[in-house]
């Protein structure tokens, strides 16, 4: 599976982006993981081929994860963001709930105070 990230970018506190990620093939979940500088690398949010999703509790009401099947894609929208979500975004997916997982590239994301 490769994996095609695209979006994010410098924006102020308080304000919007949105990440996208398109999977070469067929997945069975796909997501972000975050890394901040000096920390370790962090589930920020995944979703199911059946739209189960699952978010970082320092995400959760502020993020939307959401997929379109018949692009094998997903989006996130990430709203009233803080300058704790600055960090790389990796595009994450697995074809099978237990499966190998693939990375995509890093996407910065920069919130400015």
């Known amino acids: 599976v490769q994996l095609q990230a695209s979006g994010g970018g410098l924006v102020q506190a308080g304000g919007s982006l949105r990440l996208s990620c398109a999977a070469s093939?067929?997945?069975?979940?796909i997501g972000w993981y975050r890394q901040a500088p000096g920390k370790q690398r962090e589930l920020v949010a995944t979703i199911t081929s059946d739209g189960s999703t699952n978010y970082a509790d320092s995400v959760e009401g502020r993020f939307t994860i959401s997929r379109d099947n018949s692009k094998n894609t997903a989006y996130m929208e990430m709203n009233s963001l803080k300058p704790e979500d600055t960090g790389i975004y990796y595009c994450?997916?697995?074809?099978?709930?237990?499966?190998?997982?693939?990375w995509g590239q890093g996407t910065q994301v920069t919130v400015s105070s």
């Open positions: 994450n997916a697995r074809r099978t709930p237990i499966g190998r997982s693939y």
């Open positions: 093939g067929s997945i069975f979940s």
